[in-house]
């Protein structure tokens, strides 16, 4: 028997929402016909959006939502997607040389916070810093932030059927500008994050937060590099870095070794995490500059969804990818002293999706399933576990006098029964409610059979002393309430 041991003294703080949050770039199908699906569309949408999407994703209660890349965010020009729709010019986004796909603009930023207001998600725009001036971010964001009727920009903004401002509150300067970016120096970008940061703040009327350009994976010398030269010159609220697990092997048919090897490269994440954040105390001791983690998951080889490579990077979606998810949820969340945000990549027919959709049908993934029932944690405070046992990871919270405990049972082929208990003096809780998910390490849902994988029912188990024993199939994710 293996052991779980909730430590309700020990805390590292709140998990902030931001953990949950999601990302959403214009590639391949997650907006054409994934999200987005027009006004004219056969498909039930509204305003263009589909239903299903809208009222799948908003049961998650979604705090954020990263728009529009990504690499395509440094080719992104804003005004392309302001105006009548059927104004809007076609151009050739970042992936247009890997799919030869054309950007429509029909979903521009009056579409994308029409979305997340439907959602119920905040919006974070991701701005392009190599493809235009810091002038024009700023002119972006006083459009977005400025005061209804203040300015030209404003007014253009009320004309184009959005009064009021709409108060972005997350802006990313660039996106992987180590690479794609502008394949900067860590101390190189430092500069330019201070430019756009300088000039820009003298629109945010509303406090909005910045967001610096953080690390590929775990290179600690552009963490580093960054913040010597950044120096806490302007403001910052968080570095975030990317991190995409890889893959290993075919998406759905892959081996044990290949599940093994994908599941330890995930668990990297927990090191990545410390080592970024020791790396930025040297030059921050008070810690005073957050971790976002703004893309993150795996990334199977493409060709396995619903149109067979047609889309981008579209991929279907395992019990394998569920229980990274499980995995690295665990880890924000016991990172919460540091990590405020993560968005896992990508929404819709992409990487590590939640949805994949072809015309008229949609399913949910695993990964969707997780999020769903990873609900609690969101601003809850953290509590520390004790694990005792192989291949497990867990993370537990308390808000509201109720205990949530996360577990993924990281095991290819081994049940593993698991004694959960409660340290500490006071009244020990009779019961607790445990919902199950997975035993498959290979389920999927397909449009033919959208229930393979999906949550069991809850089941109510005594406890004795304070102590519950919970049998976690192979390859699972268990939702413990007490
Ligand atoms: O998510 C796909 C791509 O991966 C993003 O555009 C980029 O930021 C990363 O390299």
């Known amino acids: ?175 992987e500008n180590w690479g794609g970016g502008g394949n900067m120096t860590p101390a190189q970008y430092a500069r330019e994050y201070i430019k756009y940061v300088t000039l820009c703040d003298t629109v945010n009327l509303q406090g909005a937060k910045y967001v610096a350009c953080g690390a590929n994976a775990g290179d600690y010398r552009w963490t580093d590099g960054f913040m010597r030269e950044y120096a806490h010159r302007v403001p910052l609220y968080a570095l975030a870095f990317h991190y995409y697990c890889g893959a290993s092997g075919d998406c759905v048919n892959f081996t044990k070794e290949q599940w093994d090897e994908l599941v330890t490269r995930a668990g990297k994440l927990d090191d990545m995490i410390r080592r970024h954040s020791a790396a930025m105390e040297l030059h921050d001791p008070e810690k005073k500059v957050k971790i976002i983690v703004d893309e993150w998951g795996c990334w199977h080889p493409g060709g396995s969804g619903p149109t067979k490579g047609f889309n981008l990077f579209e991929q279907q979606s395992t019990m394998r990818d569920g229980v990274i998810t499980a995995l690295s949820l665990n880890a924000f969340n016991n990172h919460c002293d540091r990590v405020v945000m993560a ?21 949910v993934t695993p990964t969707y399933w997780v999020f769903k029932m990873y609900k609690n ?38 049940e593993k029964e698991v004694e959960i208990s409660l340290f500490g003096e006071g009244k020990k809780p009779e019961s607790a409610v445990v919902t199950i998910l997975g035993g498959d390490p290979h389920g999927h849902n397909t449009f033919d059979d959208p229930d393979a994988v999906k949550p069991m029912d809850p089941v109510t188990l005594q406890a004795a002393d304070g102590k519950v024993t919970v049998k976690l199939p192979k390859a699972s994710v268990a939702l413990v309430e007490w």
């Open 1 to 175: 028997m293996e052991r779980i041991c909730l430590l309700p003294c020990q805390s590292a703080g709140t998990i902030e929402p931001g953990i949950y949050g999601h990302f959403s770039e214009h590639i391949g199908g997650v907006f054409r016909d994934g999200v987005w699906v027009g006004e004219d569309a056969s498909v039930p949408q509204t305003d263009g959006f589909r239903n299903f999407v809208i009222e799948k994703f908003r049961e998650l209660n979604p705090p954020v939502l990263r728009w529009p890349g990504g690499c395509f965010a440094e080719t992104y020009k804003w005004r392309d997607g302001i105006g009548p729709r059927d104004k809007r010019p076609v151009t050739m986004g970042w992936w247009y040389r890997n799919d030869g796909r054309l950007e429509t603009n029909e979903v521009g930023i009056h579409e994308f916070t029409h979305f997340c207001e439907m959602v119920g998600a905040k919006p974070y725009v991701a701005a392009n810093i190599t493809g235009t001036t810091p002038m024009d971010m700023r002119d972006f964001m006083e459009y977005c932030n400025a005061p209804a009727g203040s300015t030209t920009l404003a007014k253009e903004r009320g004309e184009n059927g959005h009064e009021e401002p709409f108060d972005i509150p997350y802006w990313g300067i660039g996106n």
């Open 343 to 363: 968005n896992v990549a990508q929404l819709c027919n992409n990487l590590h999706c939640l949805f994949l959709t072809l015309g008229e049908d949609a399913i």
């Open 377 to 414: 944690h969101m601003g809850a405070k953290q509590i520390g576990t004790a694990i005792e046992g192989d291949k497990l990871s867990a993370s537990a919270s308390e808000k509201d006098g109720k205990i949530t405990l996360t577990v993924a049972n990281l095991s290819y082929e081994d």
